[in-house]
């Protein structure tokens, strides 16, 4: 009987850690439907940005903001690089630092100075193992990043490549595509890019969105106060705050997706084995039964 | 937006009398409200503008203040933390990177705040902005609580 209650053992612990993988799940995606709703919430700040943006364009600025300075090559660039708190996500954390750390070593390889800011306990053991030195760690950003908090690290930036202390920023994070698709990338936020790959879309849409709203979004005379350059000088390092708040969002969101799949993943896994264990302790204890019968059937005849 | 566009179209067919603006205030976090008004009132950075329905199309630099709605008779406020508002079509948006109503403007403490930020040394230009921004900030804070 001792194998078949060791089984029955094994089968106890599977079914107990599919019962936690099984509520992970269940917790994660309930947070995945929070962060998916601020991230579409937080969407409308940006599309009217960009509408703002499309509305003063015919009136582009005869010098280019202080943030889109190119200086090369970078002599000290700073990586940002956002990871989630807790694990049990899959491949989530590390795809981000698979491509952060391709990112370290291209900055390094160009000659430059690379500061290292992560936030995320994942991110910070990983490169703590590495050791790659860190010179900032986060680790207040959970699954729901304020705006509040992102803008200090916003000015903070700003402050610091205005001031020439950082000649780049580059963030590592995990860009939501669809719930279907992330995908772990590095972007380049300071200088912000001109030719940007999510601008252009966004740009695109502005224009797409008067057209779609009818013939009474048509070009206003608009008055503006205190003048379009003016606006257009402030717009510039809000929308920076906007797209980097974004990258958190995005994080977020992403992370969440990571570990329901993972933990759907690994709720199927319990199940099987489960069933297979099952099937293993049958099979043990009716070999016990038959070996018994043989043992009192023998017995028998041997009385005879 | 998408509701905001039609009532828009409407309010500019109706006889000037009887519009009504839509206002719509966004944050970076979500839409803070959006609302049919009858008046609203922005804390440009040069000071309040009011703007009644039919009023040509602007686009403004917001400073630190008071935004204030009217719908019937009754007047709301929010203190609204820079930004900017664009005025078209009867349709007034404002983004901010926050709007809080003002009966829930937190003030523990922020008279000391205000005190702080006024006795803090500002030698550089970049300081003295910094500077002048905090203090524009937390008086406006705290005048629009005062008022709730």
Redesign the interface.
């Given at each position: 009987m001792a194998k078949a209650r060791a089984i029955i053992k094994r089968r106890k612990a599977v079914d107990n850690i599919r019962k936690i993988t099984r509520t992970m799940e269940l917790i994660a995606t309930a947070r995945f439907r929070k962060a998916m709703d601020r991230a579409v919430e937080a969407e409308a700040y940006t599309r009217k940005i960009a509408e703002m943006a499309s509305d003063l364009g015919g009136s582009s600025p005869s010098t280019l903001h202080p943030l889109y300075e190119k200086r090369e090559p970078a002599a000290n660039a700073l990586l940002l690089v956002l990871t989630s708190n807790r694990g049990l996500a899959g491949g989530y954390n590390g795809n981000v630092l698979r491509a952060a750390i391709r990112d370290y070593q291209d900055l390094q390889a160009e000659g430059s100075q690379v500061a290292v800011e992560v936030s995320g306990k994942r991110g910070q053991n990983f490169l703590k193992y590495r050791k790659i030195p860190v010179s900032a760690n986060y680790g207040h950003f959970e699954d729901k990043p304020a705006f509040h908090e992102v803008e200090v690290l916003a000015d903070r930036y700003m402050r610091l490549f205005l001031e020439g202390k950082i000649d780049r920023l580059d963030v590592a994070y995990t860009r939501f595509i669809n719930t279907a698709k992330q995908e772990a990338v590095v972007r380049t936020l300071l200088p912000i890019p001109t030719d940007d790959p999510d601008a252009a879309p966004k740009a695109a849409e502005a224009k797409a969105a008067p057209a779609a709203a009818g013939a009474g979004r048509e070009k206003a005379e608009y008055e503006f106060l205190p003048d379009a350059e003016g606006i257009l000088q402030e717009l510039v390092p809000v929308s920076f705050k906007a797209r980097l708040f974004k990258c958190f969002l995005d994080a977020a969101v992403s992370e969440q997706i990571a570990r329901m799949v993972a933990m759907k993943g690994a709720s199927q896994n319990a199940d099987e084995l489960s069933k297979n264990l099952t099937r293993q302790y049958n099979r043990a204890r009716q070999s016990q039964i038959t070996g018994d019968l043989a043992d009192i059937v023998g017995a028998a005849i041997a009385l005879e | 937006?998408a509701d905001a566009?039609p009532a828009?179209?409407h309010g500019?067919t109706t006889p000037a009398g009887s519009k009504l603006l839509q206002c719509q205030v966004?944050?970076?976090?979500?839409?803070a409200f959006a609302k049919t008004v009858d008046f609203v009132a922005l804390p440009?950075?040069?000071g309040e503008?009011g703007v009644l329905p039919g009023r040509?199309?602007?686009?403004?630099?917001l400073g630190y203040g008071e935004l204030r709605i009217k719908v019937g008779g009754a007047t709301e406020s929010y203190f609204v933390d820079g930004?900017?508002a664009?005025v078209?079509?009867d349709v007034v948006?404002v983004?901010t990177?926050?709007a809080i109503p003002a009966d829930k403007i937190e003030m523990n403490g922020s008279a000391a705040k205000l005190d702080e930020a006024l006795k803090v040394k500002a030698v550089t230009e970049s300081e003295v902005e910094e500077k002048e921004k905090a203090v524009a900030r937390l008086r406006a804070m705290t005048h629009v609580s005062r008022k709730a």
């Open positions: - | 937006m566009i828009a179209e500019a966004v944050t970076p976090e979500k839409t440009l950075f040069d503008l040509a199309p602007l686009l403004g630099r930004g900017f664009q078209r079509d948006t983004l990177s926050r």
